[in-house]
């Protein structure tokens, strides 16, 4: 019984209470009726908990759990949203429309904010793009500024899982994923990716030069890992995905950093 976790997601839970609160009760000595009395609560609805026979009352479990000496608590588990508030960001939207717009031109279909989960929100892909020619799902996480790279690397491992699911659901029929990230070309980014360099080289071993090559012309050789490349939204030439500084490239960034790209490209 010690350490028991029950989430609140699971089919199971009511059960799963059920059977706690009965054992502890049966533990400790008591009829359902002196545990009614201790908790202030009914004999009825104590045995509608050990029972799992209606949804759980909250406040009458939670008195019951107390009189039992269990401490319960709540655990909220709302880390896609974070996701989410940075994708609702005006330059994060204009990036990823930069992204969708160079992609539709190389004859990508493409989805934006992409849903994960059917009932309920597991998180959001910032773009979802599919060319028939060669059949490829590609995964794009738009990035305005980059922390840390390790929590990148766990939400594209869950995006690449969860693609082919929110790709049917589409209408499109993939056979194989690629997975680009694309960051703001500002220097705090250069920074933060320099003081994790052998972590981006392990994580991020596609060459970009050859990535593009290949988002322009399927039948150029696909690239062997994740790529993560740097993009500047004003830039209209061809070669509009970019090296990061670590790929050994010699333009500068085009922004100071966030601040300075929001003020630049987001005024009227």
Known sequence: MAGTRIQLGQLGMPGQVADLVKEARQLIGWT???????????????????????DLDLRALASVLAALGIRATLDLDGRHLEDRRHQRGALHARLNGYVAGRLQRDAWHTASEVQLGLNSPKGWIDLLGFREADRTLLVEETKTVIDDVGALQRTLAFYVREAWQAARELGWRPQRVAVLVVALDTQTVARRLADQRDLIGHAFPGPVDAAAAWLADPSRPPPQGWVLGTADPARRRADWLGATTLGGRRRPPAYADYADAATRLLRA
């Open 32 to 54: 359902q009726q002196e545990l009614a009395i201790r908790a202030h609560t009914s004999q009825s609805m104590v045995c509608r908990i050990e029972t799992a026979r209606a």
